[in-house]
C-alpha cells in the first residue's frame, strides 16, 4: 500500500493555464505539507497543516494554494500558471507535533510550455 | 533563519569503501534531524531520523550521528555498494509551535563504481 500518493506524476500544460495536484495520505497523519523542488534538485518547504493552522513560506506565490477537503487529503491549487513553476512538487505528511519523521509521496513533475 | 549545507556536493568512490557524508545546519534549535536517499526521478525515501535529544541512530549498514551545540551530523556509510548511488538529503526540523516544514541541504550526489 502507498502510504503517500500523489496524482498525477506528470503534468504538461500551458502557462496561464490552472491546475492542481492531488495528495492523500493513508497513514493517519495529522499534518501534511507541499514542497518545491527546482531545477537544481533544491527542496523547499511550501505549506505545512494540519486541522489547526496553515503555515505558508513567505516566498510563495499567492497564485498557490492549498486545500483540505478531510484530513487524509491535502490538494495544491496553481493559478495562471509561469514558465517558473515548472518543478517537481513532492507531497508529505507527519503525525504529531514535530518529532515524527516526514513520509514523501514521489512526487509530481509540472512542465509548463 | 535556518541554512543547511551539505558537504561534498559530489562523491565518488569504489565499491566497499566507508564513506562520510557531511550535513550542517546554522540554527541548533531543532526538534530532529532526518537523513533521505533519493533515486532519480523517485521520490524521498527516509533512511534516518535522529531526535535532538539523541547522538546516533543505525540501521543496517548505515549510522547517522548529530552533534546538536555544533550544528554538524554525519553520515557513515559502510561496506558501500553499487545500489547505494543515489543523492543523500540532510533534513532539519525546527523547533516551535504549529506545523512546521523540513529545511532541507542541497544534498551530496552519491557514486559506487562497481
Known amino acids: 500500500d502507498t502510504a503517500v500518493s500523489q496524482t498525477p506524476k506528470y503534468l504538461v500544460t500551458q502557462m496561464g493555464n490552472d491546475k492542481s495536484i492531488k495528495c492523500e495520505q493513508n497513514l493517519g497523519h495529522d499534518t501534511m505539507y507541499w514542497y518545491k523542488q527546482d531545477s537544481k534538485k533544491f527542496l523547499k518547504i511550501m505549506f505545512s497543516y494540519n486541522n489547526k493552522e496553515l503555515i505558508i513560506n513567505e516566498t510563495v506565490p499567492n497564485r498557490f494554494s492549498p486545500k483540505s477537503p478531510d484530513k487524509a487529503h491535502l490538494n495544491l491549487h496553481i493559478n495562471s500558471l509561469e514558465l517558473g513553476d515548472s518543478a517537481v512538487y513532492f507531497c508529505a505528511s507527519s503525525q504529531g507535533p514535530g518529532n515524527q519523521p516526514q513520509h514523501f509521496g514521489d512526487g509530481t513533475r509540472l512542465s509548463i510550455l | 533563519k535556518q541554512e543547511v549545507t551539505q558537504i561534498p556536493a559530489a562523491l565518488s568512490v569504489p565499491e566497499g569503501e566507508n564513506l562520510v557524508l557531511n550535513c550542517s545546519f546554522t540554527?541548533?534549535?531543532?526538534?530532529?534531524l532526518q537523513w533521505f536517499r533519493q533515486d532519480p526521478g523517485k521520490g524521498l525515501t527516509s533512511l534516518l531520523l535522529i531526535q535532538s535529544s539523541q547522538r546516533e541512530q543505525t540501521s543496517g549498514r548505515l549510522n547517522a550521528s548529530l552533534d546538536k551545540s555544533s550544528g554538524r551530523s554525519t553520515l557513515y556509510i559502510a561496506a558501500s555498494q553499487p545500489g547505494d548511488s543515489a543523492t543523500y538529503l540532510c533534513a532539519v526540523r525546527r523547533l516551535g509551535g504549529g506545523a512546521d516544514g523540513l529545511t532541507f541541504g542541497k544534498g551530496t550526489h552519491l557514486i559506487i563504481q562497481p
Open positions: 540554527d541548533s534549535a531543532i526538534y530532529n
